[in-house]
């Protein structure tokens, strides 16, 4: 059983910053990429940021130079840094782990006000 708890989010004004943290339990293969996305109300879901077991990354084009994706391979924890952040950054962030099957965390809320 794979079990992905995230923490950070919140309520911040634009310009802001945060951290996100998803740390992944179980079994879990030491080739996986792990990453975020996010989904606005209204809006599909959207890939934020991946990084994979080796530390390659891949960003949308909306966050490339605001947002940094980092991992803890020892701790199984993946990590999302996201400066100047923006009222249309607001969505619910999803952790998500993909192995041989994909899995995802509850989300958890960011709120930019204006």
């Known amino acids: 059983q794979v079990q992905l708890v995230e923490s950070g989010g919140g309520l911040v004004q634009a310009g802001g910053s945060l951290r996100l943290s998803c740390a992944a339990s179980?079994?879990?293969?030491?080739?996986?990429?792990m990453g975020w996305y996010r989904q606005a109300p209204g809006k599909t879901r959207e890939l934020v940021a991946t990084?994979?077991?080796?530390?390659?990354?891949n960003y949308a084009d909306s966050v490339k130079g605001r947002f940094t994706i980092s991992r803890d391979n020892a701790k199984n924890t993946v990590y999302l840094q996201m400066n100047s952040l923006r009222p249309e950054d607001t969505a619910v962030y999803y952790c998500y782990l993909s192995m041989s099957t994909n899995y995802w965390g509850q989300g958890t809320q960011v709120t930019v006000s204006s």
């Open positions: 990084i994979t077991s080796g530390r390659s990354t």
């Open positions: 179980g079994s879990i293969f030491s080739i996986n990429v």
